[in-house]
Nanobody, 126 residues
Framework: QVQLVESGGGMVQGGDSLRLSCAASGFTFSTYGMGWFRQAPGMEREFVAAISESSGILSYADSIKGRFTISRDNAKNTVYLEMNSLKFADTAVYYC???????????????????WGQGTQVTVSS
């Protein structure tokens, strides 16, 4: 069955870095775009970053641009989110998700993603 398993979350101080990983299985990873979303308590799930199936197109939310980097390794069926200069406002549960290439134009919308992981908590202390 399809699985997306995030890892790498934790509790850090402001200014620190974390690298999230998302291991995929059960579908043809290299044919899907991948995205990262996050959700803070009481807030809606928001787009963070996305990467096309061949890594040719990267998209970032303005709030994290210049601090976060999304990448993928199709040989390992894994997508990454490198997070630097973390802020208290980055505290959230982070989710990875898979999107069909045909839906790529709508990649900022959580509703168009086919598969989701269970999330990993990132807590940044101020």
């Amino acid at each position: 069955q399809v699985q997306l398993v995030e890892s790498g979350g934790g509790m850090v101080q402001g200014g620190d870095s974390l690298r999230l990983s998302c291991a995929a299985s059960g579908f043809t990873f290299s044919t899907y775009g991948m995205g990262w979303f996050r959700q803070a308590p009481g807030m809606e799930r928001e787009f963070v970053a996305a990467i096309s199936e061949s890594s040719g197109i990267l998209s970032y939310a303005d709030s994290i641009k210049g601090r976060f980097t999304i990448s993928r390794d199709n040989a390992k069926n894994t997508v990454y989110l490198e997070m630097n200069s973390l802020k208290f406002a980055d505290t959230a549960v982070y989710y990875c998700a898979a999107i069909r290439s045909s839906d790529w134009a709508k990649r900022l919308l959580p509703s168009v993603y086919d598969y989701w992981g269970q999330g990993t908590q990132v807590t940044v202390s101020s």
